[in-house]
């Protein structure tokens, strides 16, 4: 058993609570990294920055990743354990996941929101301060029950399994066990009861927000009382299983041992991070997930699009996925839905945060107002807990540009124009043939006189690839030219055909010398041709 003799119960504690900006830089190898997902995305500069920053921040082990509508673009692990398949406690980010299978519940008709949460619980949920005030689901997941914050007793029984690992609690003592230590903690008679457990204001939807994570410890158990499933196997068959979700739990002894990433700890007395034994959490409605950085990514997706998986699988409707994400249901930080929040620096953002001993993690996704129909979502998680809450951010900020700006690399389409019926230009294309092309949101079509100025006559979805224009005058030359939507593959072609030219060219380049050159012996050609076959005859 590995003991962390130098570490404090005490010193543990008030880093669950606390942010730190200036540490020194983490003595060991940290410029390993691991980049095996898609082999056709290189961001060196984003990596090398990466680098700098777990240095700067003392954080051991970090996987990340940048998502485009339905699709992982680029991911990527680096330090000690950077394999994408390693698996990291992620904290609060757990919430979403209680309050998505929350709101499967009220879709099906089993949970009223607006109902008191003692219609489903097995014992009686009140504020001592106000016993006639029903406390409600809907309270619950935005955080107005009128519950406090977490206090000392509540991170001793659902950290339970660390402080006995570090030899703080006599291998005798016994705690509540679940799900009994949750009506220990606030009930005014109960082992773990403490008065600051509950606020001094009312419950209701529009009271005062507190951050409770026992509130979504009782919401995991509501799932239990209705389902008569333990969470994780709920959690398992309603959501990890239907979104091909593989790496994703609570017990650790579920999982490869060696790729479950070791956690550190800042310690304050040695001014140094230090390891600690891999442990479970037993707040499993809000903080005792593990998982992957692609698992989590799966996840993400389906709540960037609506509700629908990359297998199909729709976890909620989509109106029930804009009520969860709707972040003017509390006043909590920047705006705080149902197990979502809006980010407290970047509002357009939202998603969740999660920070524990051993563990910060950040997953965040937004619909930007260029493009609002194409959500872009990024994952960073790292081994140290919430003091490298600089460094974390430091990454995630780098990773949200780059997510709005990313430009995937394309290959050349290949393009037949044909005239058909002597009136009508149809032109066919290919999509690339790069692992980006799902990713075409739309094709331009462009026409003109001439090769430098052209107008955009159409713009057709992205799963197409045929576009019929109305020749006005055969006559007249034209140009043509077929880009697509977010910088995948773009076409680069020019064709002569019958009295006039298409000319289909890449229309994002500039136009050189050189191609004006060509272009100018292509048109004489036809010329001389025509003004030789009229003298013939």
Not at 149 to 156: F, K, L, M, R, V
Not at 174 to 186: A, G, H, L, T
């Amino acid at each position: 058993m590995l003991l962390i003799l130098s570490v404090t119960r005490t010193q543990i504690y008030s880093t669950l609570n606390s942010e730190r900006i200036d540490i020194p830089s983490l003595k060991l190898d940290i410029n390993h990294k691991q980049n095996d997902f898609n082999e056709f995305l290189v961001k060196p500069e984003l990596e090398d920055l990466i680098l700098r920053t777990i240095e700067f921040g003392s954080i051991p082990s970090l996987t990340a990743a940048i998502i485009h509508k339905d699709r992982v673009i680029w991911a990527s692990g680096f330090g000690e354990q950077s394999s994408l398949d390693t698996v990291f406690m992620i904290a609060s980010i757990t919430k979403t996941f209680t309050a998505t299978a929350v709101l499967q519940l009220y879709e099906q008709g089993l949970i009223d929101l607006d109902a008191d949460v003692n219609d489903y619980l097995p014992f009686p949920l009140r504020n001592p301060k106000y016993p006639d005030k029903s406390i409600t689901t809907r309270m619950l997941l935005s955080h107005k029950s009128s519950l406090g914050g977490s206090q000392e007793s509540y991170y001793d029984v659902t950290f339970q399994d660390l402080w006995r690992k570090l030899g703080f609690f006599n291998e005798t003592y016994v705690f509540p066990s679940y799900p009994n230590w949750i009506k220990e903690y606030f009930h005014p008679n109960g082992s773990l009861y403490t008065p600051s457990v509950w606020n001094g204001y009312p419950p209701g939807p529009a009271g005062i927000a507190t951050y409770a994570n026992v509130g979504f410890d009782i919401l995991g158990l509501i799932i239990e009382r209705i389902t008569s499933k333990p969470l994780e196997v709920y959690l398992n068959e309603e959501i990890f299983s239907p979104l091909g979700i593989t790496n994703t739990g609570f017990n650790r002894t579920q999982f490869d041992q060696e790729k479950i990433v070791i956690p550190y700890f800042w310690n304050d007395t040695l001014d140094e991070v230090e390891p600690l034994p891999k442990y479970d959490c037993y707040a499993y409605g809000a903080g005792a997930l593990r998982t992957t950085v692609m698992d989590l990514s799966n996840y993400l997706i389906a709540h960037m699009n609506g509700g629908i998986s990359t297998t199909g699988f729709k976890i909620l409707e989509s109106n029930t996925i804009d009520l969860m994400h709707d972040c003017t249901h509390s006043s909590l930080g920047a705006g705080y839905g149902y197990g979502w929040a809006r980010d407290s620096i970047t509002s357009e953002w939202t998603g969740h945060n999660g920070g524990t001993v051993g563990t910060r993690a950040q997953m965040l996704f937004t619909y930007p107002e260029e493009e609002p129909d194409f959500p872009v979502g990024v994952i960073v998680i790292g081994n140290q807990g919430v003091v490298s809450e600089s460094a974390i951010r430091m990454i995630l900020n780098e990773l949200m540009n780059d997510a709005l700006t990313f430009s995937l690399p394309s290959e050349p389409i290949n393009i037949n124009v044909n005239v058909e019926d002597n009136d009508k230009i149809v032109i066919n294309w290919n999509k690339p043939l790069n692992q980006g092309n799902d990713l075409i949101k739309s094709y331009q079509i462009f026409r003109g006189r001439n090769s430098i100025e052209m107008t955009q006559i159409a713009s057709i979805p992205g799963n197409e690839t045929k576009y019929v224009d109305l020749m006005t005058n055969p006559n007249i030359e034209y140009y043509y030219s077929v880009s697509s939507v977010n910088g995948v593959g773009e076409g680069n072609k020019s064709i002569p055909s019958g009295p006039f030219k298409i000319n289909l060219q890449k229309t994002t380049s500039s136009f050189t010398i050189v191609d004006l050159f060509l272009a100018f012996l292509v048109v004489n050609f036809i010329t001389l041709r025509q003004k030789t076959t009229k003298q013939k005859q």
